[in-house]
Nanobody, 124 residues
């Protein structure tokens, strides 16, 4: 059973930055596609970013392109989401997720493993 544990959330002013981390258990992390999703109150969970097994391919939600960067360190079994120029509309619970695969995917249904989430709040 793969466990994913997010950290790094918090309260930040608009224009600020946060870096989220997601640590994975198990030895197969380098075979996983990893993704970040978010869910704001009253809204559906939405795709934020995805990264393939070796970090060579990434994909982003249009509204975060140029502000957020997804990366991974397979030696540390960890995926990151660097968030810059944060806006109040980025406020949400952020989840990391993974599945065994080779590409990237924006579809939550593709992901088999999910973390418990970390709250990000951006004040105006």
């Amino acid at each position: 059973q793969v466990q994913l544990v997010e950290s790094g959330g918090g309260l930040v002013q608009a224009g600020g930055s946060l870096r989220l981390s997601c640590a994975a258990s198990g030895r197969a992390f380098s075979t996983y596609t990893m993704g970040w999703f978010r869910q704001a109150p009253g809204k559906e969970r939405e795709f934020v970013a995805s990264i393939n097994w070796n970090g060579g391919n990434t994909a982003y939600l249009d509204s975060v392109k140029g502000r957020f960067t997804i990366s991974r360190d397979n030696a540390k079994n960890t995926v990151y989401l660097q968030m810059n120029s944060l806006k109040p509309e980025d406020t949400a619970i952020y989840y990391c997720a993974g599945y065994t695969g080779w590409g990237t995917s924006p579809r939550p249904s593709e992901y088999d493993y999910w973390g418990q989430g970390t709250q990000v709040t951006v004040s105006s």
